[in-house]
């Protein structure tokens, strides 16, 4: 595992704050999001008929910003959180998301909660006074 890989591990393979960017129009949208990182990729549950996922589907491109972190991605809706295909996943994501899942936010029974997974493409990591230039398709295709 490489130094790089083991910093995002360790900063974002729990509950986070990130920021989340899409566009529509040439116009950009921010907006901070509970992501979970692993394997190149940020899991977020959303609503797939919010804004985020418009703009996604529109033009399927996103830049995430974390913690001395910035990278650009490819969104994937993965569909229904109760979808049996998403069950690893989403037990996952309860676990993770454990402390506010299950505060009324989150519909588990509408077909509209959705599994949104960002796939890296490349980014840009500081830690400690090293910058990591990633290119996230060597790693994880």
Do not use: C
């Amino acid at each position: 595992m490489q130094e790089w890989e083991k910093i995002m591990d360790e900063r974002f393979g729990y509950d986070n704050i990130i920021a989340l960017a899409t566009s529509e129009n040439d116009r950009p949208y921010v907006r901070s999001v509970n992501a979970y990182y692993e394997s190149g990729s940020f899991y977020m549950i959303t609503y797939a008929l919010s804004d985020k996922m418009k703009q996604l589907e529109k033009n399927p491109v996103a830049a995430i910003s974390g913690e001395w972190f910035t990278a650009h991605g490819t969104p994937e809706n993965m569909g229904f959180i109760g979808k049996e295909e998403n069950r690893p996943t989403a037990e996952k994501l309860r676990a993770v998301f454990g402390e506010w899942i299950d505060n009324g936010h989150v519909d588990f029974s509408d077909e509209n909660t959705i599994i949104l997974r960002i796939k890296l493409t490349d980014g840009i990591l500081f830690s400690e006074g090293k910058r990591f230039d990633i290119d996230f398709t060597k790693v994880y295709g």
